[in-house]
Every structure is written in structure tokens, then in C-alpha cells.
């Protein structure tokens, strides 16, 4: 039975090549990860790197001044993070400033140009019908269609009865040199035509003539083109197609922004349409919507379009071949990949409950954020050089293990930190490189925990090979629980907190994560191997296991009772 029960010990022993390849493994195709995506260094917040720095001013509609009030302001600020992270801006700060102004720090290195375009773009998002437009310059450009989700659409160059470019009756005869640029939008309303006749008969003249003398290549005319206009009115708007300003005439507000559910951009390889964008709509905005089509499409071009109208501005146009019922719509045309993407991050986060106005623009230098880097990291430094030096001094041996575990958690977390940031948009700010530090005390602790187990049971009188595996159950028990507790204050910071305080937050949840990894899959197989060795396993005095310096008793021996005196009988 003895020789059973030794053998079924050795095999209940994971085997320590394995687990070090493993790791090992991980390691190479982290690297390997890291110099293929050509991502070499973690990117940089702000703070760090530099970037732009701007201060946006609420402004309230005249009569309603209440409504700059704090759930407005917080609505705002959420809009605005997920309008700029939408983008793919990492480590974007989006937060109040008293009670009207809102910051928006946007690092260096990302498209903080179209970010910032669309932070300042602030006004409500709309759709108005197009009742009648005009380009001046430019090449021709199609105009990108509108169809219901899952059906085809006519591709830009498509022969359909209702393209702009080929329908005849055309109310503009320079309707081919439009795109799907910027440009006011709107929509109808369930029982309005599109025909100017839908303002007051007084009012028809007026914005035709406003129509008319709209010159959208102009700045000063394009800032005063449609502003101030109310929703249930025809107005006047300007939008960029491609290098070319088109000027609308638009009806009411057929349906509001904040009736758009999500949108997100698409490639659709089943046609050559390329780039689309997929939108779905809230129940009553998908009645409105349905409505709205079916008026357009019965209509000739140009008034079978409706404008995506964002900030006084027509982002997109496209025009209607059928109603679209059900909700879900696409808007294809000869978009490009950002172009698709700004569309639709626009359209599912256009809607904001306040205007606001751009107040200040300034660049942020990395100078200051450098000093405080190196500061932080000198003491850093400071901080692993005493960690090292205590280790060398009081575990001798056993240092060496605990250096080599802080340089596989070091390559684990830099690696990692590397591609989470074009993955994820994580970048590194002050706060993330103070949560790494005080990893260093977490992960130095796991070691010491086992460490020191191993050190009790070899003081018991075992020799080192039993007790690094009769310890290891205990040190594990307690260093799961340990990294557990860490890992939950990390997760609860980063659910409740903001800004920068989360990329904290961040970097010490995936730092004690790693700790575990590194602990199993490292820290304790190399243990099991050097203790194979006669530097560690013969308890030489400087590998920090000698039983003599750790004062272990001798093994505990049972001692015989002496036996009875044999009686003899008495001659």
C-alpha cells in the first residue's frame, strides 16, 4: 500500500516545466503581439502626453434659463464622453465646471480635431425633409440612399427611378453635385407635405428669399443659416458635400434626435454601396420615421430626401426610394469608413438637452505631467530598490524567485498595457502609474506569504522538497483572498469614480489579476524546481531555507516504552 500512495503524491504534483513554458509562452506571444501591431509603448493621457484642453458654456433658449440646472448638465456631460469616446479618443475628461461650463480634455495623438468638431456640435439633432437645394462647384458627387434594414438600397451610381442624379423633374438642376456631406437635415411630419406651404403663407416669401440670397461659401452666412430656427418651421441650412457648400431649403422637424435608439456604422460586402450606417429608432420615433418616408418617397428629387440637421448644420441627406417601417433603416452611399463612423456616432449621440457655446480652446503641454511622471517614478523606484534590498537581506536566496516573479509581472503588465490601447482606448495617466506601484507591494506580499510557509514547515523538520508542497495549499488560500479583497476595491473604484481616478482603478485590477497569474504559473513552479537543487534543497546558508538558521527542530521520532521485566521464578 506504501508504494501506491507515493506514487499517487507525485502525480497529484503539477508538473513546474509546464506551467514556466506556459508563462513563458504568454510572455513571447504578448511581445510578439506588441512589435506586430507596431504599438511599442503604452499610449499616454493627457496629463502625460499633451493634447487639448476645451470649455464649453450652457447657454439656455431665451424664457428657459431653468433649464441649466444640474441633471441637465450631468445628461450633457454623459453625451458628450460617449459622442468623443465613440471616436475612439482614449482617456477623454469630460466633466462640469461651476454651473454652466463643461471641460473637455482631449490627449494628444488621437483625432482630437473631429473630436473636437463634435464636441462643440452641441445643438439638437433633427431630421427635416428637403424641399429644395443647390450646389455651386465641385465635381458631381451621388447622394447616399435610405432603405429599410436587411433590404437593398440603390448604390449611389444605381439606376433607381428615385436617384437625384437621374430622376427627372428634378427641382434643382444642379441636384448631381451633391454627396453625403455635411448638411442640414430634417424630417416631415406625419400630415405635412414637402412643400414650402407647410410655414404660414406670410412667412413662404420670406424664406424663399432668404433661400435665394444664401451663399453657403460664405462663413459669416453659413454661421447665420437657420439659427434660432424653432422645430415645428421651414428653415434655410448650409452643408458641405465633399469640397462642395450646398444650400437648403428644409421643412419642419419631422423627427428628433433623441428618437434614434443606436446607429453604428457597417460594411456591407454584399453590395458595392461599401460603408453604410445602420440606425434603429425608439417606438414612437420608428411611426414618425415610417410616416416620414412614405411621404418622401412618393415625392421627386430632391424632395424625396430628408437632412440629418446637427448644430444648424446638414450632415448627410439621403434620399427615400419606399417607407421604412419596423425601425431599422440604413443610410448607404460613398461613405468612407470615418465618414460612416462620425455619421453614425452623431446620430446616436447628437441629442443634448442644452446648447452650448465654445467658450475657450487650449493646448495642453506634457511638461508638467512629465516632471510628475519622472517624480512618480524615481519613487518608484526608491520603492522596488528597498522592496529588493529587504528581500536580499532577509530571504537571501529566495530572492533571487521573487525578482525574477516582479520582472515576469513587470513584462506581463507593460505588454499588456501596450496593446489595450489601440484595443480599448486604455491609455496611461498619473493616477494608472500610481496604481502600478502600489501593485509592486501587492505582489511582493503574495511572495513573502509563501515564502513564509515554506519557512514554518521546513521549522517543523521537514526538508525543503514536502514543504514547498505541503505549504503551498496554505499560501494559496491566503493569497487568493488577499489579491480577491484587492481586486473588489479596484472593481468598486472603478464603477463609482470618474476620469482619472478609474484609470487607477483600472491598473490595479489587472495588476492583481496578474499577481495571481504570475504566483501560479511562475512563481511557485520555479520554487518546486530549485528545490530540487543542492544550493536550495541541501539548506545551504545563503539560500534562505537553512534549517539551522531558521532554528527547525529535529524530526519528531517516537520513543519505544521500555519493556516489562521478565519475572523468573525463584529458585
Known sequence: MAAPKKGRKASAQSKPGRSLALILIAIAALTGGMFASGHTTPRLGIDLAGGTSITLRAEAEPGQESAINKTNMDTAVQIMERRVNGLGVSEAEVQTQGEKNIIVNIPKGTDSKQARDQVGTTAKLYFRPVLQREASGGAAQPTPSASPSGSPSASPSGSSAKDPAKSPGSATPSATATTQGRAVTGGLKADTSPSPSASADGDVAKLQAAYTALDCSKPAQRAEAGKDAKPGEATVACGKDGDVWTKFLLGPVGVDGTEVK????????TRAAGWQVDMKFTGTGSKKFADITGELSKQQSPQNEFAIVLDDEVVSHP?????ITGGNAQISGSFTQEEAKSLANMLSY???PLTFSEDSV???????????LEAGLIAGAIGLALVVIYLLVYYRGLSIIAILSLLVSAALTYTIMSLLGPTIGFALNLPAVCGAIVAIGITAD?????FERVRDEIREGRSLRPAVERAWPRARRTILVSDFVSFLAAAVLFIVTVGKVQGFAFTLGLTTLLDVVVVFLFTKPLLTLLARTKFYGGGHPWSGLDPKRLGARPPLRRTRRP???IETKEA
Request: no cysteine; charged share 10%.
Open 262 to 269: 443606436d446607429a453604428q456604422a457597417s460594411f456591407d460586402t
Open 319 to 323: 434620399y427615400v426610394q419606399q417607407a
Open 350 to 352: 447628437g441629442a443634448l
Open 362 to 372: 487650449t493646448t495642453v503641454t506634457a511638461a508638467l505631467g512629465g516632471e510628475q
Open 446 to 450: 503574495s511572495f513573502i506569504v509563501y
Open 563 to 565: 519493556s516489562a521485566p
